[in-house]
């Protein structure tokens, strides 16, 4: 069965961006870069909130014509582009590069998604997440906690009300110091 994946960023103390949205600190190398790419080449799907796909938009749909793209800029270019994306808005009018756009998170919808699906979906954003978490959509997270503490910003975890029960599924530390922890949401 597909599964639905929060895949995050965040620093140590949490934060998914620093007070400002700035996301400079997070340290993203090729190793790092290429373990996105190998994880996101395979999905059936990326599940955008409006303001996460305006932000992967402004860059990836060209990024492998920069002449300063890296190659593994330049594969996710390729990837991002000709993935599956539904993104979440109820203003965004049209969107492009293979974007489905939709109004509301639909459990109905979005499990019939997943079931249509190539592969797992992607979701990120953390108020997209914390929709899909409140619902019951998400199977499991995947947090690339960063080395740094940012002290303040926009908290990972916005669904506050919500409990979920996890169970460690893998780690894996990454050269640059990133460790990604891999935990599966457990049903009752």
Aim: charged residues 30%; glycine residues 10%; without cysteine.
């Amino acid at each position: 069965m597909r599964k639905i994946i929060w895949m995050m960023s965040a620093s140590l103390d949490g934060f998914m961006e620093g007070p400002d949205r700035e996301i400079d600190w997070h340290t993203v190398d090729d190793e790092l870069h290429r373990h996105f790419n190998d994880k996101v080449r395979v999905m059936g799907g990326i599940l955008h909130g409006r303001a996460t796909w305006e932000l992967m938009a402004e860059y990836w749909p060209t990024a492998d014509q920069d002449p300063a793209s890296g190659d593994v800029e330049v594969d996710f270019a390729g990837i991002w582009r000709d993935m599956p994306k539904y993104v979440f808005s109820r203003t965004l009018r049209e969107a492009g590069w293979n974007t489905t756009i939709l109004r509301e998170v639909a459990p109905e919808e979005i499990r019939a998604i997943k079931e249509r699906a190539a592969g797992d979906l992607v979701v990120g954003g953390a108020d997209l997440a914390a929709s899909f978490l409140r619902l019951g959509l998400i199977d499991e997270i995947h947090t690339y906690v960063h080395p740094v503490v940012l002290g303040r910003g926009k908290a990972m975890f916005q669904a506050r009300d919500v409990r979920a029960d996890l169970r460690l599924a893998g780690t894996h530390a990454f050269g640059n110091g990133v460790v990604q922890l891999r935990h599966e949401v457990l049903r009752a």
